[in-house]
T-cell receptor
Framework: ETGVTQSPTHLIKTRGQQVTLRCSSQ?????VSWYQQALGQGPQFIFQ???????GRGNFPPRFSGLQFPNYSSELNVNALELDDSALYLC???????????FGPGTRLLVL | SQQGEEDPQALSIQEGENATMNCSYK?????LQWYRQNSGRGLVHLIL?????REKHSGRLRVTLDTSKKSSSLLITASRAADTASYFC???????????FGAGTILRVKS
């Protein structure tokens, strides 16, 4: 167990809807990163937040957005859901400048 | 796109045997890490090796890094059924704020 929690564990949405996923960082970690993992593939970096500011973004469209709160917890929002957004969404926390990231159990999103 | 490529894609061995997984990457790195994932859940960090290191050990794990060939290998000795999982290598990007993962190796250890 890493101390990083995510909610919900599973979610089913329909195309065009919006979804919010939540992540609670491990104590003492001020950096949160989000990854998307499609079935049979490795995780792909969506974005990272540090001190409530976006600190790097991967190749994802603007309908993927995020927030980080003063307690370092974080949200991932996805608007206008598409079928290809079906995936496992992973949150990872770390102290800044530490390479190792600590992952939560993930939220499995299914878009119908 | 993904930086690394793991080889093999899948590996099935008997308990007690050694398992070797390889990873190749494309760009210069500061470090390379290996993570394990059980049944499509969260990833667990196994070991980190820096670009100026050639070999590193942690318990039953041995990692090598060859920066001239842009490749790394993970050896798990005396495997156990509990080692059954997917294994991913991950490299840092030039800004150090994201991990770039390969597609992973699925390891099955039969008891």
């Amino acid at each position: 167990e890493t101390g990083v929690t995510q909610s919900p564990t599973h979610l089913i949405k329909t195309r065009g809807q919006q979804v919010t996923l939540r992540c609670s960082s491990q104590s003492g970690h001020n950096t949160v990163s989000w990854y998307q993992q499609a079935l049979g593939q490795g995780p792909q970096f969506i974005f990272q937040y540090y001190r409530e500011e976006e600190n790097g973004r991967g190749n994802f469209p603007p309908r993927f957005s995020g927030l980080q709160f003063p307690n370092y917890s974080s949200e991932l929002n996805v608007n206008a859901l598409e079928l290809d957004d079906s995936a496992l969404y992973l949150c990872a926390s770390s102290p800044l400048l530490q390479e190792t990231q600590y992952f939560g159990p993930g939220t499995r999103l299914l878009v119908l | 796109s993904q930086q690394g490529e793991e080889d093999p894609q899948a590996l099935s061995i008997q308990e007690g045997e050694n398992a070797t997984m390889n990873c190749s990457y494309k760009t210069s790195i500061n470090n390379l890490q290996w993570y394990r994932q059980n049944s499509g859940r969260g990833l667990v960090h196994l070991i980190l090796i820096r670009s100026n290191e050639r070999e590193k050990h942690s318990g039953r794990l041995r990692v090598t890094l060859d920066t001239s060939k842009k490749s790394s290998s993970l050896l798990i000795t005396a495997s156990r059924a509990a080692d059954t999982a997917s294994y991913f290598c991950a490299t840092d990007d030039e800004y150090g704020n994201k991990l770039v993962f390969g597609a992973g190796t699925i390891l099955r250890v039969k008891s």
